[in-house]
C-alpha cells in the first residue's frame, strides 16, 4: 500500500512553526478532523527566485487560477547582496497597488541565509484569474532571494 505524506503546517504536527512533511502512519487516529483539513486545503505557498543581478531586476508576475488572500512574504538569500546598497522585495495586487506589510528590504551585503519576512494586511486580494506581482529593487546589482509568499483561499 502506498503512503500519503503531507506538508503540514498545522500546529500540532509543525516543527517551529515551519512546514514538515508528515507520513499517514505518524498521524494518530481521529487526530484530522474537517477544519484541520480544510485548513490544509485552503493554506497555500508560491516560491519565487528574485534576483538582483544584472538584467534580472524588474517585475515578476504570477497569476492565481482561484481569489486568495495573500498573508505573509518570506525571503532568504541565496547569493549575498552586493555591499552598496539594499534590495528590496514589494509586493503589489493585480492594480499595481503596494500591500501593505509585502516589502521585504535587505540590507547591502546581506549574506547566503539572512532571513526577511513580514504579515500583509491590505490590497492583498487576488481575484481568480488575477496576478499578483512583484518587484524586485536594487539600484547596485548583485545578490539573490528566494521568496515564499503563503496564502489563504477565499
Known amino acids: 500500500m502506498a503512503e500519503t505524506l503531507f506538508l503540514m503546517s498545522i ?32 493554506t497555500g505557498i508560491e516560491v519565487f527566485p ?7 531586476v524588474g517585475t515578476v508576475t504570477l497569476y492565481f487560477p482561484f481569489k486568495a488572500t495573500i498573508t505573509k512574504i518570506r525571503g532568504t538569500v541565496r547569493k549575498a547582496l552586493a555591499a552598496t546598497n539594499a534590495g528590496t522585495i514589494q509586493l503589489k495586487n493585480h492594480a499595481g497597488t503596494n500591500m501593505t506589510g509585502g516589502l521585504l528590504t535587505f540590507a547591502a551585503s546581506a549574506a547566503i541565509g539572512n532571513e526577511q519576512s513580514s504579515v500583509v494586511t491590505e490590497n492583498n486580494v487576488i481575484n481568480a484569474g488575477e496576478k499578483l506581482q512583484f518587484v524586485q529593487a536594487k539600484t547596485t546589482v548583485g545578490g539573490k532571494v528566494l521568496v515564499t509568499v503563503e496564502y489563504t483561499r477565499s
Open 50 to 56: 528574485a534576483s538582483f543581478e544584472t538584467g534580472e
Open 11 to 42: 500546529p500540532e504536527y509543525a516543527e517551529n512553526g515551519r512546514w514538515h512533511v508528515l507520513r499517514t502512519r505518524d498521524i494518530p487516529d481521529g487526530t484530522l478532523t474537517t477544519p484541520k483539513l480544510d485548513s490544509i486545503r485552503n
